[in-house]
């Protein structure tokens, strides 16, 4: 795995988890910008072929 796809899946863990955070402190405006990331991140993974399953593992 290069560089670019394991930083990629990282932010992508890391942006799953602040979303979760920010669902169960009842953050609404946080939770709303994380899932706005996570769909940015998700666009750029597809757009480079990056496939997400072993970001669910």
Do not use: C, Y
């Not at 953050?27 to 994380?34: M, N, P, S």
């Amino acid at each position: 795995m290069d560089a670019f796809t394991a930083g990629l899946l990282q932010r992508i863990k890391a942006t799953e988890t602040d979303l979760t955070t920010a669902r169960e402190t009842g953050d609404d405006f946080l939770a709303e910008v994380e899932q706005a990331e996570l769909e940015d991140l998700h666009r750029l993974a597809a757009e480079h072929g990056v496939r997400l399953d072993a970001v669910s593992a």
